[in-house]
T-cell receptor
Framework: GENVGLHLPTLSVQEGDNSIINCAYS??????FIWYKQESGKGPQFIID?????DKRQGQRVTVLLNKTVKHLSLQIAATQPGDSAVYFC???????????FGQGTELSVKP | DTAVSQTPKYLVTQMGNDKSIKCEQN?????MYWYKQDSKKFLKIMFS???????INETVPNRFSPKSPDKAHLNLHINSLELGDSAVYFC?????????FGPGTRLTVL
């Protein structure tokens, strides 16, 4: 069945360190992937996306890596800041009418 | 200048009642969605509308009825509320791939 999951439900890092959040997906037909950040009491906020014809994409302090061979997606946050504390979701678009399938979510906690 | 807005933000009600949640987007998007987020933060799509037409209905009980008066609005009406309906409901919109989410409505059924 369709599944987008995360290896670690919680991640605690020291301020200034780099964070890596991982995600596994199972649908080979998915061609578009998104990372969302959800702060407490708010809706998911778009961070970065990547299409299946790429294996890396960089934004401001964030990098998404896509490994289609093993169906793995990761989000790297450089120099993690307290404001990065949130739940992070990966999502895949499996070409079924624009439907996004979300992973479990990883809670990132940044220690000052 | 909120892109996707929802009302109310909090909704507390008794079992058996009927309630509605409203959503509006000012992004000019053609497609809107309703998601349910449970207590474990799992996000699951419920419905999708494209230009007022239903395109995704994810085996949601028929007590839930979405209504789209125009492509900028997608409301969710829930009949005969049950305890298990307690969750945070998110509206989202998109023009192509990236979905933009509203702030959520926390529904508590007592």
């Amino acid at each position: 069945g369709e599944n987008v999951g995360l290896h670690l439900p919680t991640l605690s890092v020291q301020e200034g360190d780099n964070s890596i959040i991982n995600c596994a997906y199972s649908n080979s037909a998915s061609d578009y992937f998104i990372w969302y950040k959800q702060e407490s009491g708010k809706g998911p906020q778009f961070i970065i996306d990547i299409r299946s014809n790429m294996d890396k994409r960089q934004g401001q302090r964030v990098t998404v890596l896509l490994n289609k061979t093993v169906k793995h997606l990761s989000l790297q946050i450089a120099a993690t800041q307290p404001g990065d504390s949130a739940v992070y979701f990966c999502a895949e678009n499996n070409n079924q009418g624009g439907k996004l399938i979300f992973g479990q979510g990883t809670e990132l906690s940044v220690k000052p | 200048d909120t892109a996707v807005s929802q009302t109310p933000k909090y909704l507390v009600t008794q079992m058996g009642n009927d309630k509605s949640i409203k959503c509006e987007q000012n992004l000019g998007h053609d497609t809107m969605y309703w998601y349910k987020q449970d207590s474990k933060k799992f996000l699951k799509i419920m419905f999708s509308y494209n230009n007022k037409e239903l395109i995704i209905n994810e085996t949601v009980p028929n007590r839930f009825s979405p209504k789209s008066p125009d492509k900028a609005h997608l409301n969710l009406h829930i009949n005969s509320l049950e305890l298990g309906d307690s969750a945070v409901y998110f509206c989202a919109s998109t023009n192509f791939d990236t979905q933009y989410f509203g702030p959520g409505t926390r529904l508590t059924v007592l």
